[in-house]
């Protein structure tokens, strides 16, 4: 299982809690932590927390994949009903 270090922020989206419960949960799992280069504390997650983050960036990556197959279907039903209802109103031109 690969290293996965998140920050406060990113570690409080994940147990959807407020970033001081986030904190506090990283010192009640006793979670290593250490300070980045660019300043902002990050900490490491458990096997079970990493499964639970790689599983929610799967989970986002599938919920924007189906909603762009449902955009592209409605537009096909769109183009697909256009030339119908030209064809009806044509039809009623030429029997009126």
């Known amino acids: ?56 960036i799967v989970q986002q990556r599938l919920e924007r994949e189906v909603a762009a197959c449902a955009d592209d279907l409605r537009a096909m039903r769109e183009r697909m009903a256009a030339p119908s209802v030209a064809l009806d109103e044509d039809l009623l031109t030429a029997t009126g």
Not at 41 to 56: H, I, Q, W, Y
């Open 1 to 56: 299982m690969p290293q996965i270090w998140l920050t406060y922020d990113e570690f409080a989206i994940l147990i959807n809690c407020e970033l001081d419960a986030a904190r506090g949960a990283t010192l009640a799992l006793r979670l290593d932590r250490r300070r980045s280069h660019d300043g902002n504390t990050r900490v490491k997650l458990t096997p079970g927390l990493a499964e639970t983050f790689l599983d929610s």
